[in-house]
């Protein structure tokens, strides 16, 4: 793991130093590895990288790094999809996040490093199963809609992963590829400035997080850039398969170096 010594904001420090550099190639290829297989497969960004950081960086600082690193992909994405997001639903559903930020900051404030891997890993291993195997069907309807973005909220604010909730619920939404597109976009990036805000209102820092990110983003836009380059020529149903795997090996990792520790 990382400590936060060898973090960009220690006083002092020189962004360009070799060692640095060096240092944050893993964390930066875990982002280029994340974004390239969203741009493959459509698949979240956040549910691959942040389980990933977290064999890199304490829990807590992953939480805060990808607010910063989602938020940029958002900024990059939306004028380029707004025109098809459905805003009126982004509203509602914007109602049950804000409503679960007070709850999810006194989990992130109370639970341990530990607790908070074991939580990341519970949630993508609940959603990978419900991905893969439910058949239940979420009808679209103003109650959903809150219900979805108080989930996605808790989930959000405790993880840094807000998608889980919203992608099962959206699966089965009346969308066309378009709109499901602009609307997760647009959820995303208000539901991300919303939390970062509640997060720097009630003394969070997100400096490290800021600093940290500086390596990443490269690593972030090329991935996205080589993935569109793929996309024509990879299988995204094997790709898929190989996130999954990937995600069940790194949850059984997660609960083993908690059962370990």
């Known amino acids: 793991m990382l400590p936060y010594k060898v973090c960009l904001y220690q006083k002092g420090s020189d962004p360009l130093d070799v060692s640095l550099v060096l240092s944050h ?17 459509g698949f979240g960004l956040v549910i691959i990288a942040a389980p990933l950081l977290m064999i890199f960086y304490d829990p807590k600082l992953t939480v805060l790094i990808m607010f910063v690193v989602a938020m940029c992909t958002n900024i990059v994405q939306l004028p380029f999809v707004f025109r098809e997001a459905r805003t009126r639903v982004v509203a509602v559903i914007i109602i049950g996040y804000m409503l679960a930020q007070p709850p999810g900051l006194l989990i992130y404030h109370h639970f341990s490093s530990i607790q908070l891997k074991i939580l990341v890993g519970s949630v993508i291993f609940i959603s990978l199963l419900a991905m893969q195997f439910s058949h239940y069907h979420f009808r679209q309807c103003q109650r959903n809609d809150i219900l979805t973005g108080f989930l996605s909220g808790l989930s959000g604010v405790t993880t840094g992963m807000a998608g889980p909730p919203l992608i099962m619920y959206f699966a089965y939404a009346n969308f066309t590829p378009q709109q499901l597109r602009g609307t997760s976009v647009l959820f995303f990036f208000v539901s991300g400035f919303i939390s970062i805000s509640f997060f720097i209102a009630n003394g969070i820092d997100f400096t490290p997080a800021v600093y940290e990110s500086v390596y990443m983003i490269p690593a972030l836009v090329l991935g996205i850039l080589l993935g569109q380059k793929l ?31």
């Open 25 to 41: 190639l893993m964390p930066a290829f875990v982002i280029f590895l994340a974004a390239l297989m969203q741009a493959i497969t």
């Open 231 to 261: 996309l024509k020529h990879v299988s995204p149903r094997l790709f898929r398969r190989l996130i999954f795997c990937m995600l069940y090996f790194v949850c059984l990792y997660t609960f083993y170096s908690v059962l370990a520790s």
